[in-house]
């Protein structure tokens, strides 16, 4: 795997401008995942041209339990997602989870799509601690790692990837993390994809998921096997934009491209169509 300057040299990329390119609007949002053995979590801001939405979940993996919102027209306060810090309040779903993030400088690609370009920086494996405090119970102190996905472009109409990002570690304990693409920002040379070991990154070659979520092949013959905990989908229909996503959490085992062998991982794997 080629090595990945961080933030700043050959991988630093100008964020797209303009509301509008042509027909296009812009398209950009920050997520942000959290994964531990109590929980995993994820929490989103996103705007397509003027409008904006926001998403959260939180899964429980004792006793099992999925809780979230979508929210077509961002109420304020329930997701904040400042530099360094995730904030959820959604006292109707009796979560409230706050989050310092402990942000790298990630690996940022722009890379073209459909006549335009998107821009992306990722980061993994970032310590996140904080509180986490569930219906009318104390909260509690939460350490875990997260996942930082920021984008911006002008996407074109229809956009549909296969997406995978998480964190686990091998069977010698090193540290590993991985955000994984195919379908946008995935050329062969100077894409998103990447493999963190111990804290640095390097690019992946391109890589293929099963229509079914539960493996992704690398190009160099590795393969990372996906067992589903819980699922999330949504499909939304408004007309002129419209967007439909299978998101399941779940664990993690095999091999990360470069035959990096995964003991154990948690993380997030997703298929989105969307029309925008």
């Known amino acids: 795997m080629a090595s990945i300057s961080e933030g700043t040299g050959t991988r630093q990329a100008t964020v797209p401008g303009g509301m509008f390119r042509g027909t296009r609007p812009l398209k950009r949002w920050r997520y ?17 041209g003027p ?37 959820l309040r959604d006292r109707g779903r009796g979560v409230t989870l706050e989050l310092e993030l402990e942000e790298q400088a990630g690996i940022e690609a722009l890379c073209p799509h459909g006549g335009a370009s998107v821009w992306t920086r990722k980061q993994a494996g970032v310590p996140a601690r904080g509180t986490l405090a569930l219906d009318v119970g104390a909260a509690e102190d939460v350490q875990a790692l997260a996942v930082i996905d920021d984008t911006a472009g002008h996407h074109a109409r229809h956009t549909e990837w296969y997406w995978s990002a998480g964190v686990g570690e091998g069977p010698d304990g090193r540290a590993l993390a991985w955000n994984l693409v195919s379908g ?4 062969a040379n100077g894409s998103e994809r990447a493999v963190w070991v111990e804290s640095v990154p390097a690019e992946a070659p391109p890589v293929g998921f099963a229509d079914d979520l539960r493996s992704i092949r690398c190009e160099d013959g590795s393969e990372l096997r996906f067992t589903a905990e819980a699922l999330r989908r949504r499909r939304d229909n ?18 990360l491209p470069g035959h990096v062998e995964l003991a154990r991982g948690l993380g997030v794997m997703e298929h989105h169509r969307a029309r925008w």
């Open 51 to 87: 409008f904006g939405q926001s998403f959260w979940a939180l899964y429980e993996r004792q006793p099992g339990r999925l809780r979230e919102r979508t929210r077509m027209v961002p109420r304020r306060g329930e997701v904040a997602l400042g530099p360094g810090s995730l904030v």
């Open 184 to 187: 946008v920002n995935d050329p």
């Open 32 to 48: 942000v995942g959290v994964f531990c053995e109590r929980f995993m979590a994820c929490a989103a801001v996103v705007h397509v």
């Open 238 to 255: 408004l007309v002129v934009v419209s967007s439909d996503y299978r998101a399941p959490f779940g664990s993690f085992a095999g091999e």
